[in-house]
T-cell receptor
């Protein structure tokens, strides 16, 4: 039982490049989330998916898109990366009221 | 606007020196308050959920308490392995689909 997994662990992009961050959970949870964590800012919600086939914007959605591929997988896409998107990205899934986090992806945009 | 403030930002303790971390919140109807532990380079790890004022939860050397305005995470006789950043988050009754509002965290260092 791996919990929440994320790939890649590290990524360096140049401004304007695109990439997709992958997230998968094996706990059969309906709800999944994408956060970013920046120094001095705390965790901020980018997008969430309450169930397969639905997605909604969170606090900081600009510059991102998401896909809930199936119940297990929830991906985050940066279409044209900007230096302001340099951050650590966490995926989470929810059981009842409790969210369980993956290990994170550290993204640097130069 | 829902808000979470944690204090202090950083706390240094000697091994065995008990202390408390504070999480004050303003929220339009509290559904739940959550404590997480985060080690460097890792994702947050769930510790506790508190739902109503007066509620307490314990796990090893940690005890979380809740009032109508704040929560405390009490650490009794801490050990170096308790060193981590502790995050507090709230979920409001009006919030969408369990969305959490996080504080900035308290970085705890316990020296042997």
């Amino acid at each position: 039982n791996a919990g929440v997994t994320q790939t890649p662990k590290f990524q360096v992009l140049k401004t304007g490049q695109s990439m997709t961050l992958q997230c998968a959970q094996d706990m059969n949870h309906n709800s999944m989330y994408w956060y970013r964590q920046d120094p001095g800012m705390g965790l901020r919600l980018i997008y969430y998916s309450a169930s397969e086939g639905t997605t909604d914007k969170g606090e900081v959605p600009n510059g991102y898109n998401v896909s809930r591929l199936n119940k297990r997988e929830f991906s985050l896409r940066l279409e044209s990366a900007a230096p302001s998107q340099t951050s650590v990205y966490f995926c989470a899934s929810k059981k009842k009221d409790e969210q369980y986090f993956g290990p994170g992806t550290r993204l640097t945009v130069t | 606007e829902d808000q979470v403030t944690q204090s202090p930002e950083a706390l240094r303790l000697q091994e065995g020196e008990s202390s408390s971390l504070n999480c004050s919140y303003t929220v339009s109807g509290l559904r739940g308050l959550f404590w997480y532990r985060q080690d460097p380079g890792k994702g947050p790890e769930f510790l506790f959920t508190l739902y109503s004022a007066g509620e307490e939860k314990e796990k090893e050397r940690l005890k979380a308490t809740l009032t109508k305005k704040e929560s405390f995470l009490h650490i009794t006789a801490p050990k170096p392995e308790d060193s981590a950043t502790y995050l507090c988050a709230v979920q409001s009754r009006g919030g969408s689909q369990g969305n959490l509002i996080f504080g900035k965290g308290t970085k705890l260092s316990v020296k042997p």
